[in-house]
């Protein structure tokens, strides 16, 4: 009994002992700079230690809230949160630093990594579409949101050093959404929902213009037209098709009657323009 109570003594003196232990280093915080709680946080930044990062930021906004070094704090967060892999807390510390400082010029940054941050989302989008037959409207939603991240940036602050790369990937980014929606148009044509078909593919030649999709769209609604005995119908859009792509793999598919999908061709064009995310 003796032996016991000497061991939970121990153990108890060696509890409170690592308390302390823990405590000491937010105590001994209470005297700190603001230079020195930035100096810190961005020490662990650079090591990689995100959640220490984020606790130094975090308690650096709390006890000096304003000025530049808290500002400075707040953009950092964004970027440790997107590192941390959190992509949900970036984009609400982006927006809540757009909201906060509208005229700061680290608003640029924030775009950027709002957008940045639904890019990489958007990959996911991705691996689930070449592995699943069925792609839902709202598949693509990290994708348009990059996209009017990026759009928002480039429109604001073309002079920002995030513009070029932000440029670059909303070209990307045009391309995955059309050819969503060719994948839809797709989804219907197997079905035998002609009607729903032909307004997809009208939605991409409109709405994008410059995507390698509208070359899809167009070949995709001549056959459409094609199944439902619109043959006129079916003549313009295979007429405008061969101006435009005269070396289309839909021509003599649509001159025979036939129609094969031309999914793994649409994933391999837009895998290969798919921008570098460093």
């Known amino acids: 009994m003796k032996l016991f109570r000497a061991l939970f003594s121990v ?33 662990a930044l650079s090591k990689k230690r995100w959640e220490l990062a984020l606790e130094l930021y975090q308690a650096l906004e709390a006890r000096y809230p ?23 807390s970036a984009i609400a510390a982006a927006d809540r630093f757009i909201r906060l400082h509208p005229t700061h010029p680290g608003v640029a940054y924030a775009y950027y990594m709002k957008g940045l941050v639904n890019f990489n989302e958007h990959r996911n989008f991705l691996d689930r579409w070449m592995g699943t037959a069925v792609v839902s409207d709202r598949d693509p939603r990290a ?10 940036l480039v429109s604001r602050y073309p002079q920002s050093p995030y513009t070029e790369n932000a440029g670059q990937r909303m070209k990307h980014l045009l391309n995955v959404l059309a050819m969503s929606e060719i994948s839809v148009a797709d989804y219907y044509f197997k079905r035998g929902a002609y009607v729903a078909v ?18 899809d769209a167009l070949g995709l609604m001549a056959v459409a037209y094609q199944r439902m005995g619109m043959d006129e119908l079916a003549r313009d ?16 598919q649509i001159a025979a009657g036939e129609y094969s999908t031309q999914r793994g061709s649409w994933m391999s064009r837009m895998l290969k323009r798919q921008p570098d995310d460093s």
């Open 237 to 252: 859009s295979l007429r405008i098709l061969k101006i435009n792509f005269p070396n289309s793999e839909y021509i003599p």
């Open 198 to 215: 032909v307004n997809r593919c009208k939605n991409v030649i409109e709405e994008y213009q410059q995507t390698f999709a509208v070359e």
């Open 143 to 152: 994708a348009r949101e990059s996209f009017l991240a990026f759009r928002e």
């Open 66 to 88: 304003y000025g530049p070094y808290a500002d400075q704090a707040h953009i950092d967060t964004i970027y440790a949160y997107y590192k941390k892999e959190e992509p949900e």
């Open 11 to 43: 153990v108890v003196a060696l509890m409170v002992a690592g308390g302390c232990a823990s405590l000491k280093p937010e105590s001994a915080r209470d005297d700190w700079p603001v230079e020195k709680f930035y100096s810190e946080a961005t020490h």
